[in-house]
Structures are given as C-alpha cells and as structure tokens.
C-alpha cells in the first residue's frame, strides 16, 4: 500500500488550501484512512475535555465537506465516519459510498461489525466538486441514530436506529477513508471545506 496526505493544495481548490489524499499500491480492496481526534485526548483543537463534559453534553452532530476526483468510476468506495465514545460506550456512525461496489451508501453495524446496505444510491460526479452532509444522533436513551445524508442536494432521510458497543476511551472523532478496486487503480480525493458542527 502506498498513501499520502498533502494539505494546502492551490487546486483543484474551493478554499485555495484543498487537502489531497491519494492511495496506491499492489493490495487488491486496500485502503487508507485518516483519522482526526476532535475532543479528547490528542485533540487537534485543543480540547481536551479532561472531565468529559462537553463530550457528555454532545448528541447531535453534522459532517459537512466537499470532495473531488478527477474519474470517480476507479474508486472503490470512499468513507466519511462520526465517532464518538462516551460514558463507556461506542458509538460509529460509519458512512460508506460503494462506487464501484454498486453506487450505494451503506451505514456501519456497530453491534454485527459489518456494513449494512442502505438502499440510498451514492453516484458522485467526476471531475466536480460534489457536496456531502451527513447528519447523525445520539439519541436521549443512548442509540445511534443515523438521520439523514444529503449529496449534491438531494436529501435521503435514513432514521435508522441501534445499539453502540463498549469502549474505554472517550472523545470525538471523524474519518475519512479512501478504497482501491480490484485493479488497485491509483487515484486521489480532494477535500475542502471540511466543517463539523456538534451540539
């Protein structure tokens, strides 16, 4: 496998600062992913949160951010997660577009540890910047909620509910990750105007 992250990128660019990931090598179905500690220990916005209250006081979050490729048919999916861990427990709220997988979104199954298949299509364009947000949940009696995913301005409404797992770490993360096909096409993703809203 072969990976690289190189930020401030001119262009393509909506900001004049993209971050451009690429993935390679010779691993058929490889992939890459980056990973941002948001709250937390080794937070990346200095918030520590030493006694968890804020990460305790959070339930709803919103992952907002616009990607580009340059061919989007070589890509084999490509990720976006909400992770948070609280009081014991884990809560993933993973996002998975299968492009050359059958151009369908799928959600992680936290208990059965497997994607679950939507039936919402995912057929973002290529040579485009294509606008993703993702709305989630941790609802009142401690269920993941998976409410909705809008791509390019059409809105799927999910509301799909279930179980988190155990943890013993607490914070929030997101991801983002990038898969090869079974060619093992090397390609890059362009993303900007990465913006996470909690309350």
């Not at 004049?16 to 980056?34: C, P």
């Not at 039936?119 to 609802?139: D, F, M």
């Not at 799909?160 to 079974?182: A, H």
């Amino acid at each position: 496998m072969t990976w690289a992250m190189k930020q401030g990128v001119s262009s393509p660019s909506l900001t004049g600062k993209s971050a451009q990931m690429t993935i390679g090598g010779k691993t058929t179905y490889g992939d890459v992913l980056w990973n941002n500690h948001l709250i937390g220990d080794f937070s990346s916005q200095g918030l520590h949160d030493g006694n968890e209250s804020l990460n305790k006081s959070l339930h709803n979050f919103t992952y907002d951010v616009y990607f580009y490729l340059n061919d989007v048919s070589i890509s084999q999916a490509l990720e976006f997660d909400i992770n948070q861990f609280v009081n014991g427990q884990s809560f993933i709220w993973g996002h998975e577009c299968r492009i050359a997988g059958g151009h369908e979104w799928d959600i992680w199954d936290n208990q059965a540890a497997r994607w679950h298949p939507t039936g919402v299509s995912c057929k973002p364009q290529s040579n485009a910047w294509n606008h993703l947000v993702i709305q989630v949940q941790r609802t009142s009696d401690d269920h993941l909620l998976f409410q909705s995913i809008t791509l390019n301005g059409k809105t799927s409404v999910l509301n799909f509910k279930e179980q988190p797992t155990s943890t013993g770490w607490s914070g929030i993360t997101i991801n983002y990750q990038q898969d090869l096909n079974i060619h093992r096409d090397p390609y890059s993703v362009w993303l900007d105007k990465v913006n996470f809203v909690y309350w």
